[in-house]
């Protein structure tokens, strides 16, 4: 019964993964027509939209919380993490932007520091030391363009780590749909703030795959969610990489990206350094 229900949350983790990859090839897909900042309004329109079907559904008692500081933390932090990935997404390659979004948990290690107050034990350090010469791999430092543009990811995983922290303090007494519905708001929020002059009004077909990102959104992450409740957060999570794989070949096929060695080998590195922080972490 054990090994059945570990496969059933690897299975979920892998299904996630692989529904993200395609919000993600959807968000570059639309990018080639639209602004950044109206594909995340779309995201948090769809998202907000969801999130209330989800009230009605467990009861508006959920918006209740003992944490709204908390709430506000890990709801802007995940806002920063999806507009500078979405923004990666247009101008990186695609398992390139997600290669370097994997060095959060190497970043919550880190912060686990100051805000847990966690010690940071040997063999985490080394993971961490391999990760960072991962990324150095992977940007290749230089003064070019490119590589300012590879601070995008990486500065989408920071927020991704302070999300992950600011999310351990509220599980233990918050409801998922909480989390859930101030984080669509926030995000929609930012969006309508930054929402571009050149907004330009979608076509019946892209509007289809505009509103279906909120979808694949939650949808991914609910999968995410049930692999969770299956299996210990240390097995299941080093299938979370499988959504490398899965976007090097949607680059591959979609948008004729071609893998370099120097991407595949600083992507091993982040992705050995994550699996075993993740691993030794409890």
């Not at 390139?96 to 970043?107: G, M, R, S, V, Y």
């Not at 591959?252 to 590195?269: D, K, M, P, Q």
Request: hydrophobic letters at 55%; glycine letters at 6%; one cysteine or more.
């Amino acid at each position: 019964m054990i090994i059945n229900k570990t496969l059933i949350a690897i299975l979920f983790m892998i299904l996630g993964a692989l529904i993200l990859a395609i919000q993600n090839t959807l968000v570059k897909a639309l990018s080639f027509f639209y602004p950044i900042w109206e594909i995340v309004f779309f995201r948090g329109l769809s998202g907000t939209i969801i999130s209330f079907f989800l009230l009605l559904f467990f009861g508006f008692t959920k918006l209740t919380t003992t944490k709204p500081i908390v709430h506000l933390i890990r709801a802007f932090s995940s806002v920063f993490c999806i507009v500078f990935f979405f923004f990666g997404l247009k101008y990186l390659l695609f398992a390139e932007n997600q290669a370097l979004l994997h060095t959060a948990p190497i970043i919550a290690t880190l912060l686990a520091l100051p805000f847990l107050g966690e010690k940071i034990k040997l063999g985490n350090l080394l993971a961490i030391f391999f990760g960072f010469i991962g990324i150095i791999i992977i940007i290749k430092p230089s003064y070019s363009l490119l590589n300012f543009y590879a601070l995008l990811p990486l500065a989408s995983a920071f927020f991704m780590a302070t999300t992950y922290i600011a999310t351990r303090y509220l599980m233990d007494t918050e409801s998922s749909v909480t989390v859930i519905f101030y984080y669509s708001i926030a995000l929609l929020f930012t969006s309508i703030f930054f929402l571009p002059n050149n907004f330009i009004i979608p076509e019946t077909s892209h509007l289809i795959l505009l509103f279906s990102l909120g979808v694949t959104g939650s949808i991914g992450h609910y999968f995410l969610s049930q692999a969770g409740r299956y299996a210990e957060v240390r097995i299941i999570t080093p299938f979370e990489y499988t959504g490398f794989i899965f976007v090097a070949l949607i680059g591959y096929l979609f948008f004729n990206e071609i893998l370099s060695l120097r991407v595949i080998l600083g992507a091993l590195f982040i992705i050995c350094s994550g699996s075993y922080i993740i691993y030794k972490t409890r």
